[in-house]
């Protein structure tokens, strides 16, 4: 190392000399400074990732279980249809067997009346409409 007289005559080797002290004193104390905010800097990361790695398995098993239950409401909900239209088909039919009963029964009444009174003046007596007979 030089001395502060030499280094004071020569500009050149007084720069050199500092930037060994600077290199050898400051940048070890840097480095070792920046190693420890660097492992910090590594464990919150790592924290923060093992966080957010829970949140999202978390999320996908939330997921999962409403996609389940999703699932199980759509199926009972078609089960429910088809029952519903079964019944609805069952119940036109019906309606259409009973429609038929009441145009025979009508035919069946007029052909009652007009044997009973073949001559009569009066002529048959005004029909119970659809609605009358409910």
């Known amino acids: ?4 007289a030499t280094s004071a005559l020569d500009p050149r080797k007084l720069k050199d000399s500092v930037k060994t ?18 492992d910090d800097i590594q464990k919150a990361f790592c924290n923060q990732r093992d966080h957010l790695e829970k949140t999202v398995a978390s999320l ?7 996609a389940e239950e999703h699932d199980k ?4 909900i078609m089960k429910e249809n088809a029952t519903l239209i079964t ?15 009441i145009k025979d029964y009508k035919a069946q009444l007029t ?7 073949p001559n009569s003046e009066e002529g ?8 009358d007979v409910r």
Do not use: C, F, W
């Open 1 to 4: 190392m030089l001395t502060p």
């Open 21 to 38: 002290i600077y290199t050898k004193y400051l940048q070890q104390s840097d480095e070792v400074e920046k190693s420890g905010l660097d």
């Open 60 to 66: 996908k098993r939330r997921l999962a279980l409403s």
């Open 73 to 76: 409401v759509y199926v009972k």
């Open 87 to 101: 019944e609805i088909n069952e119940l036109r039919k019906e309606l259409h067997l009973l429609r038929t009963q």
């Open 111 to 117: 052909i009652v009346k007009k044997k009973s009174h």
């Open 124 to 131: 048959p007596q005004k029909e119970p409409k659809l609605q």
